[in-house]
């Protein structure tokens, strides 16, 4: 599997601040990534990165968590010691690499880049660790996809800022203990749960992401607009905003096509009536649900009788990873109160019910909790 790496220091690092060269298409545009979630998507990345803000203060929302970053970064300057390692968790979009490429930006260091996919060994890994310079970054998107061995590997290069090499093999086989520099590892996971207890254990800075107000996504919409030298109204960008589930790579994404939207079908501006008309054509509701979420729903309804219903088993009947429907469509659907997770599996409720338009009587088992079991194995007979 391919490693790609960045290694570049604060000078490298276009500002995505200033104006110049955004429609040029010049800016950051030979930046390597290994993504997260949108790994596989380069197109998603560039658009990413193109929007992503470049310092703390251009963060948007997020308040207790950039409130505690900035205390350790403080701490950190003053201390001129390395910060310490720092976990970030949270569903995807939500800002896990941003916040993981502010860190190294506000701090003037070095940030090295890879993921849990790409390290298939621990030799993947060791490249990584004896370029990090004092006091650097390295960020390890998708964290919780590391193999145990590269994993029992990073144990002691997090503790002690060391390395276990074993040379050789059976009666031959000698280790040499290798020194680093203290270095700050960031790790991202969308499944902080996957994450084995000593691993998680060894960052002691841990951070939770959570979904965005509809405030907070419209000024995210609001100057991303700005940067996209595109015109928007208020009430456009608030309803983007509601329409973006809590997720401000979503929020980007609807920005940018009802951009395109208005060019071609309006003047170019993006007004209250311009944004509806685009969203309604990519499909996505008054609730920011799109054909995938409102699939989701009807198969717990349709075919497990408004459940509960296993994530593999509604997996496998919709053709979508089972790890997709956790990351990407439960979530939101959970905080919204669309579905009720249970032991025996996911529940629809009676909001996700009325917003689809479904009566009680199409589906009478609904509302009966503890649901029978018999009447659900008809449904399968
Ligand atoms: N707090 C924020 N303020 C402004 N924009 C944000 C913020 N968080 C995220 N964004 C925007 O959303 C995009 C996606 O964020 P990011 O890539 O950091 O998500 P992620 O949590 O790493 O997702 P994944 O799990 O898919 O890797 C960014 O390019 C950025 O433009
Ligand atoms: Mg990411």
Excluded: C
């Excluded at 799109?290 to 729903?297: A, C, H, I, S, V």
């Excluded at 075919?303 to 593999?312: K, L, S």
Aim: charged residues 30%.
């Amino acid at each position: 599997m391919a490693r790609k790496t960045t290694i570049r220091n604060d000078d490298e690092v276009p500002d995505e601040r200033s104006d110049s060269g955004m429609d040029g298409g010049g800016s950051g545009g030979d930046k390597t990534r290994a993504g997260g979630s949108d790994e596989d998507d380069p197109e998603q990345q560039r658009y990413d990165d193109e929007l992503r803000p470049s310092r703390l203060e251009d963060v948007v929302g997020q308040k207790a968590v950039v409130e505690r970053l900035r205390i350790l970064l403080e701490a950190t300057r003053r201390r001129k010691e390395p910060l310490g390692h720092l976990l970030l968790d949270g569903p995807p979009g939500l800002g896990k690499t941003t916040l993981a490429t502010v860190v190294p930006r506000e701090l003037g260091t070095e940030l090295q880049i890879t993921a849990g996919p790409s390290l298939s060994a621990p030799k993947d890994l060791l490249p990584y660790l004896t370029n990090a310079g004092y006091g650097s970054v390295l960020f390890i998107d998708e964290i919780h996809r590391m193999p145990p061995a590269v994993e029992e590997f990073i144990y002691p290069a997090m503790e002690d800022f060391r390395v276990d090499i074993t040379l050789g093999d059976g009666l031959n086989a000698r280790t040499i203990n290798m020194k680093l520099q203290p270095f700050t590892l960031i790790g991202a996971t969308t499944r902080s749960g996957m994450l084995t207890a000593p691993l998680r254990d060894r960052f002691v800075n841990r951070e939770h992401l959570d979904f965005y107000t509809d405030e907070e996504l419209a000024t995210i919409v609001t100057r991303n607009a700005r940067k996209l030298r595109t015109e928007i109204s208020p009430e456009a960008a608030q309803e983007i905003a509601i329409r973006s589930r809590g997720t401000p790579r979503k929020a980007n994404n609807w920005l940018r096509w009802t951009r395109d939207f208005a060019d071609v079908r309006a003047n170019g501006k993006i007004t209250l009536e311009v944004a509806r008309a685009a969203l309604r054509m990519k499909g996505v509701d008054d609730a920011g649900l799109e054909e995938q979420d409102r699939k989701y729903l009807q198969t717990i309804i349709r075919v497990f009788g408004g459940g509960p219903a296993g994530v593999q088993a509604l997996g496998h009947t919709m053709n979508i990873p089972a790890d997709t429907l956790e990351d990407e469509v439960e979530p939101f659907l959970l905080r919204e109160g669309f579905i009720q997770r249970t032991p025996r599996g996911r529940m629809i409720t009676a909001k996700a019910m009325a917003h689809l338009g479904v009566s009680q009587k199409q589906n009478p088992k609904q509302p009966r909790s503890g649901s029978d079991n018999a009447e659900q194995r008809e449904l399968f007979d």
